[in-house]
């Protein structure tokens, strides 16, 4: 009955490969986002989908690429993986317009 | 500038103290701030949230907003070694710049000792 959910937890990977990070909320919420969580616990946003629709994309190298397939969804692909990409990568929902952010438990992820 | 500042700490409080964290914001439209709680290791959770100058109370913790300076803070009364953890301040855009776009500070590492 997990809330927002990531998978997977941990992903350790070496630099070149591609790999997939999912995502699912059950709360019916309509906005969801991706966050990159660095070594000095630097919170930033990456990406934003409401109903499917990207509306925050920061400046986020072309590798990254966020899918949608419906709102309750959203993924995250990153191609050719560098030593910088290692971080813990932080999916959140929340309905546009409403107070709270709930986050997914983190995907720790480390290219090597 | 960074849009969102806090001092990364560690603040250290003695058990049953007040701690206080702060945060400044460059956006003077900014609409909403939260103070969101993280344990080493473990994902964000929201603690409390403030939209209206002044002050707002929950418990053990009150937030304070000042939009004339753009400042926000938290004070956790009566601080226990649970309360150990990174808080992080985050700042919503206006609704026409950042649209729902949640901005976060580096965060404050509060460690409460016995």
């Known amino acids: 009955d997990t809330a927002v959910s990531q998978t997977p937890k941990y992903l350790v990977t070496q630099m070149g490969n591609d790999k997939s990070i999912k995502c699912e909320q059950n709360?019916?919420?309509?906005?969801m986002y991706w966050y990159k969580q660095d070594s000095k616990k630097f919170l930033k946003i990456m990406f934003s989908?409401?109903?499917?629709?990207?509306?925050i994309n920061e400046t986020v190298p072309n590798r990254f690429s966020p899918k949608s397939p419906d709102k309750a969804h959203l993924n995250l692909h990153i191609n050719s993986l560098e030593l910088g990409d290692s971080a813990v990568y932080f999916c959140?929902?929340?309905?546009?317009?409403?107070?709270?952010?709930?986050f997914g438990q983190g995907t720790r992820l480390t290219v090597v | 500038q960074k849009e969102v500042e806090q001092n990364s700490g560690p603040l250290s409080v003695p058990e049953g103290a007040i701690a206080s964290l702060n945060c400044t914001y460059s956006d003077r439209g900014s609409q909403s701030f939260f103070w969101y709680r993280q344990y080493s290791g473990k994902s964000p959770e929201l603690i409390m949230f403030?939209?209206?100058?002044g002050d707002k109370e929950d418990g053990r913790f009150t937030a304070q907003l000042n939009k004339a300076s753009q400042y926000v803070s938290l004070l956790i009364r009566d601080s226990q070694p649970s309360d150990s953890a990174t808080y992080l301040c985050a700042v919503k855009g206006r609704v026409t710049g950042g649209g729902n776009k949640l901005t976060f500070g580096t965060g404050t590492q509060l460690k409460v000792e016995l």
């Open positions: 959140a929902s929340r309905f546009r317009g409403d107070t709270e952010a709930f």
């Open positions: 709360l019916g919420h309509d906005t």
């Open positions: 989908y409401n109903n499917k629709e990207l509306i």
């Open positions: 403030i939209y209206s100058n």
